[in-house]
């Protein structure tokens, strides 16, 4: 009986603990700053993709020896160096093309890279109509880890040889800093690549207009928009900064709206007002600077 009473206790002390088991706390609010910090990496994210992308594809053509390469191959690599330390399989029957950066290395730039990124191709040059399917699996590129699938497109040339027109899209992309923060989104942009051939040194400029939304890692709903184009520099991104040089968007965080000047040089400084007209700078140095 002495035990039979002691089981029946001992069962229910476990219900009870059970039952007043607290749960997981929720996500801790992100600071104002901290928000707009989450929200700018991910320009920074998909600026340094589109590098490596235009990087390694350019290769394709030194490579592929299917015959299908003509004159549609870029002239010159603006994106040369970036993510260089990967290991590159190429299936030329299957058309796809896979950097394998291991359990980490460093680039020329001195920026640790991680993971694989699987890339689908339909032509192995760029001419227009050519598609890829860009594949992130733990992708890691310096303090961050990026999940997720980008489809980029090669436009119709804009009039003018020395312009080239990318379509991107992407949806369920995830940025995953620390162990838990992540960050999700999708969206789309357009990409114009002017290429100033005649410059001495030979220079190259990226016009984007984008529209993303999505989730911070506290549950917060954002969406941003840029109108005018951000621009970004060859002379920036060839020193391994992934940010843009000169433009400004808007954006929104659950009901709060927000404005970014961009003006800065080479670097991951920016300028922040508020819908109350408040300003302050924000410095992303810190997450993407060697």
Not at 63 to 69: F, L
Not at 131 to 143: C, E, H, R
Not at 219 to 248: E, H, V
Request: glycine letters at 6%; one cysteine or more.
């Amino acid at each position: 009986m002495k035990t039979a009473n002691t089981t029946a206790l001992a069962c229910l002390c476990l219900l009870v603990m059970a039952c007043t088991k607290e749960a997981d706390p929720p996500p801790t609010t992100l600071t104002e700053e901290a928000s707009i910090r989450e929200i700018a990496q991910i320009e920074v994210v998909l600026h340094e993709l589109e590098g490596l992308y235009f990087n390694h594809t350019y290769q394709l053509y030194l490579k592929d020896e299917s015959g299908r390469i003509d004159s549609h191959r870029p002239e010159y690599n603006h994106f040369a160096e970036i993510g260089d330390c990967a290991n590159l399989d190429l299936n030329t029957d299957q058309n796809t093309l896979s950097l394998d950066f291991g359990e980490g290395c460093e680039d020329n730039f001195g920026q640790t890279r991680s993971g694989k990124i699987s890339i689908d191709y339909t032509y192995a040059d760029d001419r227009t109509g050519n598609k890829a399917t860009i594949s992130l699996k733990d992708y890691g590129f310096q303090k961050l880890l990026v999940d997720g699938e980008i489809q980029l497109e090669r436009m119709a040339d804009s009039p003018g040889a020395d312009l080239k027109n990318y379509a991107l899209s992407f949806t369920d992309m995830v940025i995953t800093q620390g162990t838990t923060n992540q960050t999700a989104f999708s969206g789309n942009r357009t990409l114009v690549l002017t290429d100033f051939e005649n410059a001495t040194p030979r220079t190259a400029t990226l016009n984007v207009i984008q529209s993303i939304s999505g989730t911070l890692s506290d549950g917060s709903s954002f969406s941003k928009n840029t109108s005018n184009g951000l621009i970004f520099l060859s002379q920036c991104w060839s020193a391994g900064t992934y940010f843009p040089n000169q433009g400004s968007e808007s954006f929104r965080i659950n009901n709060q709206s927000y404005s970014i000047d961009i003006n800065s040089g080479c670097s991951y400084i920016f300028n922040v007002t508020t819908d109350s007209e408040e300003r302050f700078e924000v410095n992303l140095s810190n997450s993407f600077s060697n």
